[in-house]
């Protein structure tokens, strides 16, 4: 690694943190449905709606970096998602909302396809790997702090500048505007890249069994954990009777357990098999579907949020590696094919929002429980071996 690309390693990680503003929406999303006075279903279009963009962009964002660069591409996905953050603060209105969780979702599609691969021009040879897990740490840190800066802003305990929870919204976009000044001054040498996926070319690998099995599998991971995200607190305002900014609490749990998760399965992954440690974390995330479908006392939902949050930790980077090692040759081609799984953030909120309207949480929380056992279906498809 040469000194300039050596340097890039700190604008790079601004990044990864920007990256975690897409996980603002799950509390954002409650505050506005408290405060627009909107039914679940109504509500849960928001995270829905952000999550729909990666259908459509991660795989042009593949061809798109082809043309313009990865750096290029993250500085765009930067542009739009400091844009989303500005909406806000001209009103809270549904319309306006929904436009700005749309550029969210759509600047975060970019930046999911794009900054990976920079990483992989800012940092050569073993140490890809652990940077990688660092940055989805400092992600992490973006996720765990929103609903504390939302609930400040809330509780006006302190100026918020007459925006009450919104006040996120300018805390996010300074911190994106900062990065986005850092990395376009940081000089970084890519490497030559290869021809570009099309969008043909990933639908037609769904026709290989392990690749859809795992395509849903994504799918699964990432509605249960917006689905976490959005519908915990809405679980401790239903059945412990908390206020909003009591229950947002819920939100930072879930993260807190799901940094730990990281952490700590980056480290059990090297002394037990693979199919061990993903059967471990899909039975952890199926006594938690129990405990929050049926729990009523604070500890046993603190409990199952924990449980969840651990458990689905490390769902992603394990099928995505089945996925990718099932060809090395179209390796790009499955990589965003799996990136457009994290369009089951659309599918789960919307069917969660519907279940909860007609059953209360409890049918939000059989939807999530549902993709659990999904998971459990897939265990056959990891190979035992590290």
């Known amino acids: 690694m040469n000194k300039s690309n050596k ?18 929406v799950g509390i954002a999303s409650n505050y506005v449905k408290e405060d627009l006075q909107l039914t679940d279903s109504v509500a849960n279009m928001l995270p829905s709606l952000v999550f729909f963009w990666f259908l459509i962009f991660s795989v042009p964002t593949g061809m798109l970096m082809n043309r313009i660069g990865r750096k290029n591409t993250v500085l765009l996905s930067l542009l739009v998602t400091v844009a989303s953050l500005l ?11 929904l436009v700005s969780f749309s550029l969210l979702g ?9 900054l990976n691969p920079l990483v992989s021009s800012v940092i050569r040879g073993g ?8 940055g989805q740490f400092v992600k992490a840190i973006a996720s765990f702090l929103a609903p504390y800066i939302a609930m400040w802003g809330a509780m006006g305990s302190m100026p918020a500048f007459g925006l009450g929870w919104r006040v996120l919204f300018p805390v996010y976009m300074v911190i994106g505007i900062v990065a986005s000044l850092l990395l376009f001054s940081t000089p970084i040498e890519e490497e030559p890249t290869e021809k570009a996926s ?7 690998l769904l026709s290989r069994p392990l690749v859809l099995l795992s395509f849903v599998g994504i799918m699964c991971h990432v509605g249960i954990d917006v689905g976490t995200n959005t519908t ?6 239903e059945r412990l009777g908390m206020t909003l900014n009591e229950a947002a609490f819920a939100t930072s749990l879930y993260f807190i357990f799901r940094t730990i998760g ?6 059990f992954l090297r002394v037990v098999s693979n199919r061990a440690f993903f059967t471990l974390s899909v039975v952890m995330m199926a006594l938690a579907m129990l405990g929050l479908g ?39 081609e499955i990589s965003g094919l799996m990136i457009m799984g994290l369009f089951g953030g659309t599918v789960f909120p919307l069917l969660m929002g519907f279940a909860s309207d007609a059953m209360g949480q409890a049918g939000a929380v059989a939807v999530m429980a549902m993709g659990v056992i999904y998971l459990f279906t897939y265990i056959s498809s990891i190979k035992k071996s590290n």
């Open 232 to 237: 915990a607190p809405k679980i401790l305002m």
């Open 294 to 332: 049926v729990g009523t006392s604070r500890m046993m939902l603190y409990a199952s949020i924990a449980l969840v949050g651990y458990g689905n930790s490390n769902i992603f980077p394990l099928v995505f590696a089945q996925a990718l090692l099932s060809d090395k040759t179209r390796q790009n």
């Open 262 to 267: 990281c952490f700590t399965g980056s480290f």
């Open 7 to 24: 340097m890039a390693i700190v604008p790079v990680m601004l990044c990864f943190f920007a990256m975690g503003f897409v996980d603002l």
């Open 87 to 97: 909406l806000p603060l001209f009103g809270e209105n549904f319309p306006l909302m």
């Open 127 to 134: 140490h890809l790997a652990s940077t990688l897990t660092f």
């Open 198 to 204: 099309s969008v043909a070319g990933c639908v037609k």
């Open 106 to 114: 759509i600047g975060n599609a970019l930046m999911q396809t794009s």
